[in-house]
């Protein structure tokens, strides 16, 4: 079946300092998914951050990137100066197509400090 | 826009009850699902609706979980009987596209 590896938390990181949380895929039954990143904040519910449908491509939200790499199978969730307020948990996940559920990895737990 | 609603946030049940969770999807939305959530497996999809069609029905819980969509302003995911193992997050998301999660009910089965 289908799986997502993502950097295993809980990541640490000071305030303006960059990060980096790794994502790994292997879909079955398709060659290219649908990818994204979700994002779940101290107290509310899970919520898109940004998905990228087209490999080659770029997403970015909230001065977040990701890359879809088809030759490496990843979509590494990236930002160059982190605030407080990215304290977190990121998933990594993927859809085989538009009609199907998601495929989700474990989460990595970000805090970043002042 | 109301968001998707999920009702109880939080559940406690006895080993062998029956418990059903409700969830209301985002009007308009088309498809609803339902996840569980755990610390070891993290998130997998327990079943799929598409215009209250189930389409997918995760094979690892066919046995005692069975979601129903009555309307397509309602969903019930019923448990029976539970398990101690269990003990998760249960979540829903509706779409049209994009999945909108609601907040979770936290199941405690003792």
């Known amino acids: 079946g289908d799986s997502v590896t993502q950097t295993e938390g809980p990541v640490t990181v000071s305030e303006s300092e960059s990060l980096i949380i790794n994502c790994t895929y292997s879909a079955t039954s398709i060659a290219y998914p649908n990818l994204f990143w979700y994002v779940r904040y101290p107290g509310e519910g899970l919520q898109l951050l940004l998905k990228v449908i087209t490999a080659g491509q770029k997403g970015s939200s909230r001065g977040f990137e990701a890359t879809y790499n088809k030759e490496t199978t990843s979509f590494h969730l990236q930002k160059a100066s982190v605030q407080e307020s990215d304290s977190a948990v990121y998933y990594c996940?993927?859809?085989?197509?538009?009609?199907?559920?998601?495929?989700f990895g474990l989460g990595t737990r970000v805090s970043v400090f002042p | 826009d109301a968001g998707v609603t999920q009702t109880p946030r939080h559940e406690v049940a006895e080993k062998g009850q029956t418990i059903i969770l409700k969830c209301e999807p985002v009007s308009g939305h088309n498809d609803l699902f339902w996840y569980r959530q755990t610390k070891i497996q993290g998130l997998e999809l327990l079943s799929y609706?598409?215009?209250?069609?189930?389409?997918?029905d995760g094979g690892a819980f066919k046995d005692r979980f069975k979601a129903e969509m009555l309307n397509s302003s309602f969903s019930t995911l019923k448990i029976q009987p539970t398990e101690p193992k269990d003990s998760a997050v249960y979540l829903c998301?509706?779409?049209?596209?994009?999945?909108?999660f609601g907040p979770g009910t936290r199941l405690t089965v003792l």
């Open positions: 609706f598409r215009s209250k069609s189930l389409m997918e």
């Open positions: 996940a993927l859809r085989n197509n538009y009609a199907q559920g998601l495929t």
């Open positions: 998301a509706s779409s049209l596209d994009e999945q909108y």
